[in-house]
Nanobody, 131 residues
């Protein structure tokens, strides 16, 4: 029954900002990793940012570092992605994901990003950035 529901997407001009939210529910225990991925048409899904929830340790992909910030509100079971200085190349469907931190393990078929293996996914929220 785990569910992840994204919100906050929309259309914005280059240089603008958006904040995405992900509401988590139905987990029997707290996932050790939460993250954001994105996928543009005809491109592979790529990791954007992730957080190790217990220690709030963050990791951001190089292409968004300094512009995007991942954060969490544990009391609200909510994950956020603050996106500033948006560029047209940021246009994509953005997905919230949950999984497990495992520094030493991978290559088992699960999407992996920032030493986390991701197992659960939201339906996505569209972000469109115009020039």
């Amino acid at each position: 029954q785990p569910q992840l529901v994204e919100s906050g997407g929309g259309s914005v001009q280059a240089g603008g900002s958006l904040r995405l939210s992900c509401a988590a529910s139905g987990f029997t225990y707290r996932p050790t990793c939460m993250g954001w991925f994105r996928q543009a048409p005809e491109k592979a899904r790529e990791g954007v940012a992730r957080i190790v929830t217990g220690v709030a340790s963050t990791y951001h992909a190089d292409l968004v570092k300094g512009r995007f910030t991942i954060s969490q509100d544990n009391a609200k079971n909510t994950l956020y992605l603050q996106m500033n200085s948006l560029k047209p190349e940021d246009t994509a469907m953005y997905y919230c994901a949950a999984g497990t931190f495992d520094y030493h393990s991978g290559s088992d078929g699960r999407p992996r990003f920032g030493a986390c293996n991701f197992d659960y996914w939201g339906q996505g929220t569209q972000v469109t950035v115009s020039s």
